[in-house]
């Protein structure tokens, strides 16, 4: 993969945390040292600024992520219409990433890191309560609702979609350490090309799979090295998945909504 080197240059930008309609997004503001520019694809409009109010209500051992790592944008698709299912999930009353403060912590050093290389996280979702996943059950049992088949999982029948390990009526996100995300542009706030979208069903989406570049894969490999450095375990078959292995609540489901 070819980068733009800027050894030496200063610009006036760094990362600060916007809530854009449901969307945390990239926005500059001064002093950060820029260090590549990482090959990128477009991101799309964003969308009219809504504010965000926090219930600040958490069980013990659990944080806001954008109040750890407030450099990173937050896209939070379930609580949006863009998602596999097409309407705002249950449980996510906000549009919020929250996570157990041991995993934020390492994500955190996953975050520095990345930074130096000159790329920032974007974060999908993170904590997910057990009536969500609920939610994905329920949908999956409707043969009838396939509103979102041609942008998610236009080669696949929904009814395998927990056969094939892409659902599963008990989530890791449950627990509270499990993260999906992906890398931007530190400067540009764009996304790094990973060869496939966030959330779409098929073999394109696994790690090691053949349809893709030798650019995307290398992409994947400095995301996946970053967070596996700090403790991280990725999930083979989707290549924006990640678990602390040394998770704080490793038998512990969840219900909390996100607000």
Known sequence: MKK?????????????????????????????????????????????????????????????????IPSAQYEIRYYSENNFIGTRIDGYKAPLAIMSKKAANALK??????????YILRIYDAYRPQKAVNHFVRWSQDASDIKMKQQYYPKLDKRNLFKLGFISKKSGHSRGSTIDLT???QTTGAL??????????GE??????????????????????????????PYAKEWWHFTLIKEAYPQQYFNFNVE
């Open 4 to 68: 733009l080197h800027m050894a030496g240059r200063r610009l006036a930008l760094t990362s600060c945390a916007l809530i854009l309609g449901g969307t945390v997004l990239f926005a500059p503001k001064a002093g950060a040292r820029i260090t590549a520019v990482p090959q990128i694809q477009n991101t799309s409009a964003a969308p009219a600024q809504s504010p965000v109010v926090k219930k600040n209500n958490l069980p013990g051992g659990f944080v806001y992520l954008d109040e750890v």
């Open 109 to 118: 050093k996953v975050s520095e890191d990345l930074e130096r290389q000159g």
């Open 183 to 185: 890398l931007a542009d």
């Open 192 to 201: 790094v090309d990973m060869g496939s979208p966030y959330d779409f069903f």
């Open 204 to 233: 394109i989406s696994y790690y090691n799979t053949t349809l893709i570049s030798s650019t995307q894969h290398a992409n994947r490999k400095i995301l996946k090295d970053a967070m596996t450095k700090q403790g991280f375990k």
